[in-house]
């Protein structure tokens, strides 16, 4: 069974089990952040946790690496 996480005000699609970076992924974002200087889009990269690439902010809370958090139902999730 599916559930959905609300990622910048839009519904995203999660299996349980699956990190937020996964669910984005599968749903087709590859991007959601850019770098300061260029504009370069970023977004999952190593997807183990090394890198800073994939950071987001969930529920309220200060940055976290989305390839390491497991989604859970009703997260809201922004990029910016």
């Not at 559930?3 to 299996?15: E, L, N, Q």
């Not at 690439?53 to 859970?72: H, K, M, W």
């Amino acid at each position: 069974m599916t559930f959905h996480i609300t990622v910048d005000g839009r519904s995203v699609p999660v299996v349980p089990g699956q990190t937020i970076g996964a669910a984005l992924h599968a749903a087709g974002v590859r991007s959601w952040r850019s770098t300061r200087f260029g504009g370069r889009p970023r977004g999952l990269f190593c997807g183990i946790g090394v890198c800073f690439d994939c950071l987001i902010s969930v529920n309220g809370r200060a940055p976290e690496r989305a390839c390491l958090l497991e989604a859970a139902p009703g997260d809201e999730v922004t990029t910016s």
